[in-house]
Every structure is written in C-alpha cells, then in structure tokens.
C-alpha cells in the first residue's frame, strides 16, 4: 500500500501546496489558481480538518473511498476530517484552472455554539461523487463568503476576528444546505428510482428471511444496494417522503413484526430475535414508537 500523507493542521496543508505560511493555525482559504500542480502519481492524503473544495477544471482525478470526481463540470466537495482521499495526477494541464478551498480545523469552533451544529451539515459524509453542482448564481453567493473570509484573515487578528471567521463558515454551509435542496428537487425522477430500489431491497430482504439470517438491516446495507452514501440516502429520502432511511427500515420491520403477531402464538421475545434485536425491550419500544400500541396490546386488539 501507498504511503499515507497526513495533514494534522492548516500549516501542513499550505507547505505541501507551496504556498508559504498561512494566515491563521486553524482556518485557510486557498486560490487553486495559484497552486502548483505536483508531479504525476499517485497521492493519498487524510487530513484532520474540514475541507469545502470548488474548482471548475482539475488536472487530477480525485478518489474517496471507491468513488471518483474530477470537478470538471465546477462543483462542490465537503470532506469531514479523518477521512482518506486518493489524488491521481494526469499529464494535462488546462490555462483556465480556478477554484478555491476553505479548510477550518475542528478546534476553530469546538468551543462555538456552531461547534455543536456541525454534525447537522450532512454532506460532509457524502460520497464525493455525490458533489454538489452549482448554478453561477449559487458559485457567486458562496465565493462571497470566501472572500469574506478572507479578508479576515488578511486583517489583523483582533477580539472579533474569530466569531466573524466562524459566523461566515456557518453562512456558507447554510447556503450548502439549501442547494444540496436544490439538487435534489431538480433530480426527482432519477430519486424516485432511488426510492423505488429501496422499496425493493427491503421487500426482498424481509421476504426471503435476511432479517433472520444478518439481522435489521443497516443504512449502510441498503445505501451500498443504490450505490449511494448513507447520509446521502438519508437526506434524498428525508426530502422525497419526509422519513429518513432508518425511518424506512423501521417501516418494514413494523410491518413484518405485525404479520408474525397476527398470525403465530410466538412470543414478544421470540419475535423479537427473530427479526434481529438484539434485546427484546428495544423492540417492544421500537414498535410503540411506531404504532402507539405495544406488541400485546396490538395482538389483542386484532
């Protein structure tokens, strides 16, 4: 296997794109323009910051996990830290090469109340090839963010520096937020395959006894059937029909739950591990959750 690069902090990630010191430890904007491309091969990079990418043209061919981007068509990536991305360079260098890259360290906000909302900016577990395309419109407002930014840490830091900085991150992702939206309203035919697929997956999987053999299936089991990334397929589903995947999941058991209520003398437990719970009180939890009722209250009643 291929040595790993990794870059711990903001520092690192300006000396390996040769770009001299950085402004700030914790925050960096970087003008691809200006970038030197390195040489061809084979770079793999995991890095401890976040990183929010747009390029209209890259030279090299970017891999996370077993997908592939090249930004051709001027789009959107969010890679959330720890995880691993595959850089392989090509010979081709284009005269027109732009983009831009805002990278924040968690600790520029850990102590921030958008610390603790950073969990709720979904895309950045998305699968990179699930990038998000945006209209000129969209490119302009977000680009007035970075320079924004920017400007901030081209400033002498002073007693607001920081909030402004961080006030401006949230901005920008908030806008992420709503076009991600976009997105997925613009692409209701190809999401409505999605969800028929699901349908199927789940229907198949409980018809023919997976919940017995593998247990409830996870996001991840039926994120990998439709070849999308689980938090992707949470939130186009969310969108579509108002129940995230794990709401979809929970349908099915329900509903396979019920059947075998109705028509076996099985027990709640015996129920219970047959559809894959590992403790029988989480069920009987899960299905009031689900129907108001518990498990014996619903059989007596039907």
């Known amino acids: 296997m291929d040595d790993l690069l990794h870059l711990r902090t903001i520092s690192d990630l300006f000396r390996f794109l040769n770009l001299g010191p950085a402004h700030h430890p914790l925050v960096g904007v970087v003008d691809f323009g200006k970038v030197v491309e390195h040489t061809p091969g084979e770079i793999r990079i995991k890095t401890d910051f976040y990183s929010v990418m747009y390029k209209n043209y890259c030279r090299n061919h970017i891999r996370y996990g077993r997908k592939t981007f090249d930004f051709q ?45 950073i969990k709720d900016f979904n895309f950045f577990s ?53 076009y991600y ?32 053999e593998h247990g ?11 070849n999308l990334s689980p938090g992707y397929l949470s939130d186009l589903l969310k969108k579509e029909t108002g129940l995230n995947a794990q709401d979809h999941i929970h349908f099915f058991v329900i509903e396979q739950a019920k059947t075998i209520l109705l028509q076996t003398n099985q027990s709640i437990s015996e129920i219970a591990y047959s559809l894959g719970f590992e403790y029988p009180q989480y069920f009987s939890r899960l299905f009031k959750q689900k129907t108001g009722k518990t498990p014996l209250e619903y059989r007596s009643l039907n």
């Not at 068509?73 to 595959?86: E, H």
């Not at 930014?149 to 709503?178: A, F, M, W």
């Open 181 to 212: 939206g976009r997105q997925f309203i613009t692409r209701k035919d190809a999401n409505r395959d999605v969800m028929v697929r699901v349908e199927k997956i789940l229907k198949n999987y409980f018809e023919t006894g997976g919940d017995k």
């Open 73 to 117: 068509d001027g789009s959107l990536v969010c890679i959330a830290p720890n995880q691993i991305i595959t850089i392989d360079n090509d010979i081709e260098i284009k005269e027109d090469m732009m983009g831009w890259g805002l990278f924040f360290h968690p600790d520029l906000i850990r102590s921030t109340p958008f610390g603790f909302r």
């Open 126 to 178: 998305y699968e990179i090839s699930e990038a998000l395309h945006l209209s000129e419109k969209e490119k302009q407002l977000l680009y007035d963010c970075i320079l924004k930014i920017q400007s901030e840490l081209t400033q002498n830091i002073d007693p607001h520096s920081q909030g402004l900085i961080v006030s401006n991150i949230e901005l920008l992702l908030k806008y992420c937020t709503r």
């Open 216 to 226: 409830i299936p996870s996001v991840k089991y039926v994120a990998d059937q439709v």
